[in-house]
């Protein structure tokens, strides 16, 4: 099956906040209490806040589909629509996520490769991300994709304030 990336409409919402929900437990539900976990699916998905990120021009979703199935999705900042200012030039990807049923499959390459074109589209020069610092497999894929640490923030779950490590990669013709 050859994968399609559609953009996510408010007509959507429903659909995003229930992979979102999905993809966010089956990711981190190991390494928070369930308490934390449910206080940051409440906030992060909740319908009006993700209709008002839908709604924002700076900001674009993205499903990813093989076949018939949503495979995963894409969450894209620029300008002041981004959780803070990285570097210049520089696109967020705020959220990548695979669903387990489809991941080591190459998808999360892809849907970085999307990421990269979206920024070369807006004449970015830069694409950056969070990663939590103990998600060992996300770390050391987007460190072979060829991001480097610049920084760190801290990204509550609930009420823990965990650490995130901001990941920057230079865009370049043949990159991606």
Not at 44 to 59: C, F, G, R
Request: glycine share 6%; hydrophobic share 40%.
């Amino acid at each position: 099956m050859t994968p399609l990336l559609k953009r996510i409409s408010v007509a959507d919402v429903n659909t995003l906040q229930a992979i979102s929900h999905e993809t966010f437990r089956d990711t981190f539900a190991w390494a928070n209490t369930p308490e934390d976990l449910q206080a940051h699916l409440d906030y992060a998905y909740a319908l009006p806040k993700l209709i008002t990120e839908l709604q924002n021009p700076h900001t674009t979703f993205w499903f990813l589909y093989l076949g018939d199935k949503i495979a995963g999705y894409l969450k894209l900042n620029d300008g002041n629509a981004q959780t803070e200012n990285v570097a210049p030039h520089a696109l967020e990807v705020e959220r990548i996520y695979i669903r387990t049923p489809f991941k080591r499959q190459g998808l999360g390459s892809l849907l970085l490769q999307h990421a990269a074109q979206q920024a070369r589209d807006l004449g970015e020069e830069r694409i950056w991300l969070g990663v939590w610092e103990h998600n060992e497999p996300a770390k050391n894929f987007y460190q072979k994709m060829g991001f480097h640490e610049v920084g760190a923030h801290i990204f509550p779950v609930g009420n823990d304030p965990q650490k995130d490590l901001i990941l920057l990669k230079e865009l370049t013709a043949t990159n991606f």
